[in-house]
């Protein structure tokens, strides 16, 4: 079949339907994964060598963390191991660490009504900025009418000045913003929407799943109340997460309730080979952070530079500071859906800016925001790197994108699978 690909392709029209024929997903299959080049790490991040070793170990213990018996403390020794070694990670104490099922759940346990200081009055609603992501813009357990959101810059940035006057003179409020945005990479002005949030009575979440293990930061130089981290966004196994505590938070309500695992917060036996996992690709994150975003930012700058070559094009929130290895670009006129179709025939992964729901693709709801209308906001495509990309995949990227701008731009009637 194979050796027959080129004449299966002149017979197969793909370009510009929103999907992929027989054919083109055939293409895309007759790449190995050896031979593909994986630019969507902000999606997910291959698994590290590190946490498949740590969590086959913890696969082959028998014991329950809850029991006292010694396959029980065995099970529960890698537990609280890996509650230090994030807890290192966010200048956190390890008590205050909280195992989740992953992101979303961490999230959504933060989002809890009543939270408060000691000294303070409990949080009667909730503000979020416009470009959270959608487990955040769902509001948690704070009722629809209790939920404010603040809009953004041009450049993705939380405006602070909406912030104070949404917080103005209202009861005090529980504050989502992310560390960074997930789709542009803008690293939020976190430290002063702190000060703005606490002198108005109120607390501060930070969502950090995508920050995390890119750029540093702590809980206590953020000033957060709370942040919230995601396993596989490091390289660690999907499906776990934590949300973590500054110390001397109150209120917190658990969403799962049954077992007193978790400190009471998280009810329910702990999945001990993710959280191993999620520990191990944690401390292999933390050790490579700083020469990773080095070499990473260089990789992204010269895939900028390529990208600025197509006439147009925008490089969203290329003004501020964000992070090493985030690119959301496009080009007036493209559809974000099949230029990652024409990617992917390539042997490229990226994905869109847009969010996909019931197969209908949605203008971003972060360029949105922003600003941009929905010509822009529906094609803007994602490029994130990682700890493996290469320039030689860098250079592949920007060759796929000179020949499939040529038949996205210019009104070709060559077809996405005979283009490659």
Not at 6 to 24: E, I
Not at 121 to 150: K, N
Not at 237 to 255: F, H, Q, Y
Not at 396 to 417: I, P
Request: hydrophobic fraction near 45%.
């Amino acid at each position: 079949m194979i050796a027959n690909w080129d004449k299966v392709a002149r017979d197969s029209r793909v370009a510009g339907r929103g999907g992929y024929s027989k054919v083109a997903a055939f293409k895309v299959l007759s790449y190995s994964m050896a031979d593909r080049v994986y630019l969507d790490w902000n999606a997910t991040a291959p698994l590290r060598r590190e946490a498949r070793e740590a969590m086959t170990a913890a696969m082959d213990l028998s014991g329950n963390p809850s029991s006292v018996h010694a396959e029980g403390r065995q099970a529960r020794r890698l537990v609280e191991d890996a509650r230090v070694a994030i807890a290192g990670a966010v200048g956190a104490l390890p008590r205050n660490v909280i195992f989740t099922s992953g992101g979303t759940e961490a999230n959504a346990l933060a989002l809890t009504p009543g939270l408060r200081r000691a000294s303070g009055l409990p949080v009667q609603r909730l503000v979020v900025s416009a470009i959270e992501h959608a487990s955040v813009l769902a509001g948690g357990r704070f009722p629809t009418e209790a939920i404010s959101t603040v809009g953004v810059t041009r450049s993705g940035l939380l405006d602070l000045e909406r912030l104070r006057v949404t917080l103005d003179g209202m009861p005090p409020a529980l504050v989502s913003v992310m560390l960074a945005n997930n789709e542009t990479g803008a690293v939020q002005p976190v430290v002063a929407a702190a000060e703005v949030v606490h002198s108005a009575g109120g607390l501060l979440h930070v969502d950090a799943i995508q920050a995390f293990g890119k750029i540093p930061f702590n809980i206590s130089a953020l000033n957060a109340d709370m942040v919230t981290l995601s396993a596989h966004k490091v390289g660690g196994p999907k499906a776990t997460g934590a949300l973590v505590l500054a110390e001397g938070l109150l209120g917190l309500e658990p969403l799962l309730r049954g077992g007193g695992q978790e400190r009471g917060h998280r009810a329910g036996t702990e999945n001990v080979a993710g959280i191993a996992g999620f520990g191990a690709a944690v401390a292999a994150a933390m050790d490579a952070l700083q020469r990773d975003a080095i070499r990473l930012e260089g990789l992204r700058n010269h895939l900028e530079s390529g990208l600025r070559q197509t006439p147009d094009a925008i490089v969203f929130s290329e003004d501020v500071t964000r992070l090493p290895n985030t690119t959301l670009f496009t080009v007036p006129g493209l559809r974000a859906e099949t230029a990652v179709i024409g990617f992917d025939l390539a042997g490229i992964a990226v994905s869109s800016g847009s969010a996909c729901s019931s197969g209908k693709v949605q203008p971003s709801h972060v360029l949105e925001a922003m600003g941009f209308g929905p010509e822009l906001a529906q094609g803007a495509v994602r490029l994130s790197l990682g700890w493996s990309t290469s320039d030689a995949d860098i250079d592949r990227c920007l060759e796929a994108w000179r020949k499939l701008s040529g038949t996205l731009l210019k009104g070709s009637d060559e077809t996405l699978v005979e283009r490659f």
